[in-house]
């Protein structure tokens, strides 16, 4: 995971991910931990930025890692913007 190049998601409970995709509130996230469909994930971007995810799919990756897809829970359209931002560098 080059989790490096993009700017890296810190989870509350352990783990890192980078946004992969984003489009207004929906994202796809690759992370270093799995969560169940219907919980919540909390952490935040380098930034400092709050990231708040309603999970509604993960499923493990080829190379290690697992792929969430999910919907931005309280975020505001700067925070957006940020995710969104941090998901075009590559």
Known sequence: MTSEKRAPIRWDKGGQAF???ADK???EIRSTIPSAP???LTGALESGTAVRVKV???RRIDGGGFSIE???L???RGS???IA???EVS
């Open 19 to 21: 946004v992969v995709r």
């Open 56 to 58: 509604a799919r993960c």
């Open 25 to 27: 509130d929906l994202v």
């Open 38 to 40: 219907g919980s919540r």
């Open 70 to 72: 999910g919907r931005l």
């Open 74 to 76: 309280d975020a505001t």
């Open 85 to 87: 931002a941090s998901a």
């Open 80 to 82: 957006m913007a940020e």
